[in-house]
């Protein structure tokens, strides 16, 4: 009986520990992971088929940053240069808006000028870290472009 005891007790445990490990946050928790925080870009690969990624931003982008509001009832969306311009005149700022599928899963940024036009899915989100894959099909393969943020 001890057996069957200490069997069930283990099991109990490693579903548990299993169920946090890939347990992916609520929607609810999701806005609240991504909202009023400063995500600073640190980096941008693309991997098309069996190629090796390679990475793509420069270090001018390094210190752009973005950030999701709520504003009056609406989802907002700003992007700001830092100080590592890559181009005239050095104060970029673009603004428009994002929404978050039901399930948490994707999200989507719409603005005319937003640099990352375009509905995401998120591949990482926690308090300081943000993660987002673009993905498509092309004729030499999958395409994936993921873009890394980190809270600072």
Known sequence: MK???????????????????????????RIELLLNRRW???????????????ERILPCMRDNVIRFEQVNGQNVYTEDSGRQDCAEPSAFRSRGSWNLSQDGQVLTI??????????????????????????????????????????R
Do not use: C
């Open 40 to 54: 600073t870009w640190i980096s941008w690969t693309e991997k098309t088929g069996n190629q090796q990624a390679l």
């Open 3 to 29: 057996r069957i005891g200490l069997l069930l007790l283990l099991g109990v445990g490693s579903a548990t520990i299993w169920g946090r490990m890939y347990h992916k946050p609520h929607p609810d928790r």
């Open 110 to 151: 719409t603005g005319r000028t937003a640099t990352f036009e375009d509905s995401w899915y998120i591949a990482e989100l926690t308090a300081t870290h943000l993660k987002l894959a673009y993905r498509t099909t092309t004729s030499q393969g999958p395409f994936v472009m993921t873009m890394t943020f980190v809270q």
